[in-house]
């Protein structure tokens, strides 16, 4: 009798965090789909029109595929910053807000930035939701777009302008984090 029940409180606080650990190998996975196509899109596009040509690329193709592993997933997937450059699209929320400056923190404190995700269960008015982030670093392939204003040619500049008037994503430096894929997945039955 008191062995099932120590049993049955170790399932109780085991169960959880089994699902947490799933969860989080299915985001890591989304994360790294995301990371992966917007990668291969964006080398593409630079080699064959260069950076003002990949400008579209990031504009149309970054959201349609955040929107299409959303679809996939039954979540929201989608890339945030506290600089951004499309701020209907990369506004971080609070939850995002304490990651990005956690892992700001620990970039600072010497962490590879690529290394660097968490996950977390958390409850809110609507229900609980499962939520996955995983830092992007700074590459030195971002920095014809998001570097310095030597390292961004004349024309993308100008595409930008038009483009993105209220833009803030620009002047990092490699190995900084420019941001992070966010997921949220709701857990449960949501209302
Ligand atoms: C060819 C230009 C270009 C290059 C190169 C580029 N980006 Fe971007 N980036 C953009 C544009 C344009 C947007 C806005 C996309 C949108 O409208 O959703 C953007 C948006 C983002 C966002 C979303 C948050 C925001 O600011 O709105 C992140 C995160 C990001 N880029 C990271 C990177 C990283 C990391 C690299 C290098 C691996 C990179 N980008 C390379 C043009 C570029």
Known sequence: MLLSRSCAT?????????????QTTEARALASQMIQQLGAALKKE??????????????DIAPAIAGELSRKSGG???RVSFKTRNPLLGDPDVWEQQVLAEFDRRA?????VESLEYSETVDEPRGRYFRYMKALPVQPLCLSCHGTAENIPDQVKAKLAIDYPH????????????????IKQPVGTVQ
């Open 76 to 78: 929201r997937v989608a």
């Open 10 to 22: 170790i399932l109780l606080v085991a169960l959880p965090l089994i699902a947490q650990a799933d």
């Open 108 to 112: 600072a404190a010497g962490e590879k």
């Open 46 to 59: 630079l080699a064959a029109n260069g950076p003002d040509g990949a400008v579209s690329v990031c504009r």
């Open 167 to 182: 833009d803030h994503a620009t002047g990092y430096a490699p190995g900084q984090v420019r941001g992070a894929v966010t």
